[in-house]
């Protein structure tokens, strides 16, 4: 790509103990394109991460670059300020309250005097709901979570991470346990926020999820990163034939 990535990563490595989890990572991601970073357990993902999320620090030496600009004592609070939200697999949220009430949970918007402003959560909450694509007008902000699907859901959980005009929003493991018609709201959330402009880092065990929604493969294996490319005209068949050989070889 000719355009400047919006985070690039530079020598990245993590130790734990003996354990290597990362090994000499280099990457490179782009506004407004999906990667789905695949890989077995183990493969690193989750300590890729949250790297790039601030909660777990690279072993020295390691360089984050954000628009441009090499981040020093990178941590969670930084990255959040400067557009970068994850979306657990748990998704952490309060059945028993309203989608507004999850929405602004932790970040509820106040008046000088400490009061909650409802009405502005309310009107805010049923804009990001339209933004990332809740078309059916059965769900209002004051619907609770608990009567929602799991696509749904997820998709309470992604307008949470969008709230303050995230660039990146990572993804972990987002249709897992779900049915077939729920994983498929979950992936139109997902092409909603491309649309958007907003970048995504799209985990899964699901190959054909993670297909679906690429522009770009990121295969970890053991530690080490051993294919980053483009989609293109690969289809589902020939990306798991990759993951195969992955397994088999530990390279594509």
Same mark, same amino acid.
């Given at each position: 790509?000719?355009?400047?990535?919006?985070?690039?990563?530079?020598?990245?490595?993590?130790?734990?103990?003996?354990?290597?989890?990362?090994?000499?990572?280099?990457?490179?991601?782009?506004?407004?394109?999906?990667?789905?970073?695949?890989?077995?357990?183990?493969?690193?993902?989750?300590?890729?991460?949250?790297?790039?999320?601030?909660?777990?620090?690279?072993?020295?030496?390691?360089?984050?670059?954000?628009?441009?600009?090499?981040?020093?004592?990178?941590?969670?609070?930084?990255?959040?300020?400067?557009?970068?939200?994850?979306?657990?697999?748990?998704? *952490? #949220? /309060? %059945? !028993?309250?309203?989608?507004?009430?999850?929405?602004?949970?932790?970040?509820?918007?106040?008046?000088?005097?400490? $009061?909650?402003?409802?009405?502005?959560?309310?009107?805010?909450?049923?804009?990001?709901?339209?933004?990332?694509?809740?078309?059916?007008?059965?769900?209002?902000?004051?619907?609770?979570?608990?009567?929602?699907?799991?696509?749904?859901?997820?998709?309470?959980?992604?307008?949470?991470?969008?709230?303050?005009?995230?660039?990146?929003?990572?993804?972990?493991?987002?249709?897992?346990?779900? *049915? #077939? /018609? %729920? !994983?498929?709201?979950?992936?139109?959330?997902?092409?909603?926020?491309?649309?958007?402009?907003?970048?995504?880092? $799209?985990?899964?065990?699901?190959?054909?999820?993670?297909?679906?929604?690429?522009?770009?493969?990121?295969?970890?294996?053991?530690?080490?990163?051993?294919?980053?490319?483009?989609?293109?005209?690969?289809?589902?068949?020939?990306?798991?034939?990759?993951?195969?050989?992955?397994?088999?070889?530990?390279?594509?």
């Amino acid at each position: 790509m000719d355009k400047s990535p919006l985070i690039e990563l530079i020598g990245v490595e993590k130790t734990f103990g003996r354990v290597q989890a990362l090994s000499n990572i280099n990457l490179k991601l782009y506004e407004g394109e999906i990667v789905s970073l695949v890989g077995d357990n183990g493969a690193g993902k989750t300590t890729l991460t949250k790297i790039i999320s601030g909660t777990e620090s690279a072993d020295d030496g390691a360089k984050i670059i954000l628009r441009g600009q090499e981040q020093k004592n990178w941590n969670a609070a930084k990255a959040r300020k400067l557009g970068i939200e994850t979306v657990h697999q748990n998704r *952490a #949220l /309060s %059945e !028993q309250q309203s989608i507004y009430a999850n929405v602004f949970m932790g970040r509820e918007l106040v008046n000088r005097f400490g $009061f909650v402003k409802r009405k502005e959560q309310i009107k805010e909450t049923e804009a990001l709901m339209r933004k990332i694509g809740y078309t059916s007008k059965v769900w209002t902000p004051h619907s609770p979570v608990l009567k929602l699907s799991g696509g749904e859901r997820q998709g309470v959980a992604i307008s949470r991470a969008i709230l303050f005009d995230s660039s990146l929003v990572m993804l972990d493991e987002p249709t897992t346990a779900m *049915a #077939l /018609s %729920e !994983q498929a709201e979950v992936m139109e959330f997902i092409l909603n926020l491309k649309a958007q402009g907003r970048s995504v880092i $799209f985990i899964s065990h699901n190959p054909w999820d993670a297909h679906a929604v690429a522009d770009r493969f990121v295969i970890l294996d053991r530690g080490r990163l051993v294919f980053d490319g483009p989609k293109g005209n690969t289809t589902a068949d020939e990306f798991i034939s990759m993951l195969r050989d992955v397994a088999k070889k530990g390279s594509v």
